[in-house]
């Protein structure tokens, strides 16, 4: 996973590590922790908190204070267990039991490493040929130490952890329904459930056709490329092989598209092989047996590779943070205050409108728009704030924002929630922002400036308070319409 810190930085990289499983005994927490367990180990300087036995660490470093949003935490970690565990039960298993993992949450993987240390522990998790200070181009995120029964988590202030931790939540669940797993199907299956626990309801995953836009977009890049690899190739790299800084997250990418494959197509070569697949794969030992048992191997690379094929004419395109598209609702996501921005590669001219409608429940630190005349290194923000209820036109010019236009309030009677917002860009260069008809602004920007690509932005404030937001929003019904 990929996501973007502010409009200007580069994006930080979401690893995950994933080891085998492990014969050490993992007692159930509950008041008392035993003095063995990694908990007493690893003190924290806040109280652990417990949410429906699951025991969160938190604040393993002063800058840390995520405090205020470990309820929602709890609760994405909660739900991925339930369903993930419902699901996988459903494809003919009986139900699966398994204690709870300890969750840190600390500024990073190394203040764990460094406790470690100090504390002289054998086996951190990290494997044991590997540290950080010589895998200088790994940088975690986070991950489930499957020997040690941990999920540790990288956060600084007000960060969602909530992508990360069902991340690692579907992990935990894996190992305990399949023991080892090859990373092509664990990795796949964590990134194809994680947004499905996040941003649906639906009890399977195959119900909810979800794109996810980043993985799609480089895919479709390699396929381009012609170094689309073998599946056999896929199912041999080994563990830091895939993560390989230089391969920049593409084997997660192929990973997602496979898994999503399997699971969701119609195709009636596959379509329902997929139960019998993890079936297979968990009493062989082997997902790369259970593959070439349950499917013939070069029928189905082609026919993933068709599949990437239609990814190349994705219409959208993610510059910044973290893009999905359920259906026809697109959803752009971000982990920590920031711009997180996804371009429709058509390139128009005005007059055209861009509609979209507004979610329910947006905070006042969040906002949501459109972007103008996106050209290499130029365009404009069309963005409604909750907070200020304003709207606000800005452009953006030369690596930098070249200047805000004056900010329209919106009166307090109107509603802005789940309402439909069309913005009008005409020749002159006059941009009407409208609800229901009625113009709510109207703003005047440089002639000929609005012509180039169009898009759909999202912002995440940082405030100073502990208020937390979700960090996505969601796009509906959105249109793209060239007037005559
Ligand atoms: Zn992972």
Redesign the pocket.
């Known amino acids: 996973m990929i996501w973007a810190a502010t409009a200007v930085a580069a994006p930080t990289i979401v690893f ?1 590590l ?1 080891l085998g499983p492990s014969q050490v005994s993992r007692p159930r927490i509950k008041a008392v922790l035993p003095t063995s367990s990694p908990a007493r180990i690893l003190r924290s300087p806040a109280p652990p908190l417990v949410f429906d036995e699951l025991l969160i660490h938190h604040g393993l470093h002063l800058s840390t204070n995520v405090a205020v949003p470990l309820r929602l935490v709890a609760d994405s970690a909660l739900d991925a267990r339930r369903r993930i565990s419902s699901w996988l039960a459903r494809s003919g298993s009986e139900s699966i039991s398994f204690t709870q993992p300890y969750v840190y949450v600390c500024r990073d993987l190394r203040t764990l490493h460094t406790v470690r240390r100090h504390h002289e522990i054998a086996a951190f998790g990290i494997e044991q040929n590997h540290s950080f200070e010589s895998e200088g181009t790994f940088t975690p995120r986070g ?1 489930y130490y499957a020997q040690l029964g941990i999920i540790a988590l990288v956060a600084g202030r007000n960060q969602d952890l909530r992508l990360d931790i069902v ?2 939540m579907t ?1 935990v669940v894996l190992e305990k329904y399949f023991g080892v797993l090859e990373d092509v199907i ?2 796949g299956l ?1 990134e194809v459930l994680s947004p499905w626990i996040l941003f649906t309801e639906s009890t399977s995953p195959r119900q909810t056709p979800i794109t996810n836009i980043n993985h799609a977009n480089q895919c479709s890049t390699t396929l381009a490329d012609g170094q689309l690899p073998n599946l056999r190739t896929l199912f041999l790299l080994d563990y830091w092989q895939f993560r390989d800084k230089q391969s920049d997250n593409l084997y997660f990418a192929l990973s997602w598209s496979l898994v999503d494959f399997l699971l969701r197509t119609d195709d009636p070569r596959f379509a329902n092989l997929f139960p019998k697949f993890l079936n297979r794969a968990r009493s062989l030992g082997s997902a790369w047996r259970a593959l070439a048992e349950v499917y013939d191997i070069r029928t189905l690379w082609s026919a993933w590779h068709n599949h990437l094929v239609e990814f190349s004419q994705l219409h959208w395109h993610t510059k910044w943070g973290q893009w999905y598209m359920l259906g026809d609702r697109i959803v752009g996501s971000l982990r920590t205050p920031g711009l997180a921005m996804c371009i429709y590669q058509q390139s128009l001219e005005p007059p055209f409108d861009v509609s979209f409608r507004l979610p329910r429940g947006l905070t006042s630190r969040q906002s949501a728009g459109c972007v103008l005349g996106h050209g290499l290194d130029a365009y404009y923000a069309v963005q409604i704030r909750f907070g200020g209820r304003e709207i606000n036109l800005s452009q953006y010019r030369g690596g930098q924002w070249a200047g805000n236009h004056p900010a329209i309030q919106i009166d307090s009677g109107v509603t802005l929630s789940d309402r439909s917002i069309v913005v009008r860009c005409k020749p002159s260069g006059e941009i009407l922002v409208s609800l229901s008809g009625e113009v709510l602004a109207r703003f005047l920007a440089a002639p000929d400036s609005l012509s180039g690509r169009t898009g759909l932005i999202m912002e995440l404030r940082q405030e100073d308070d502990q208020e937390f937001s979700r960090g996505d929003v969601l796009f509906e019904s959105v249109r793209i319409k060239r007037l005559q």
Do not use: L, N, Q, T
């Open positions: 995950c994933v991950g991340h690692e992990h664990d990795e964590a």
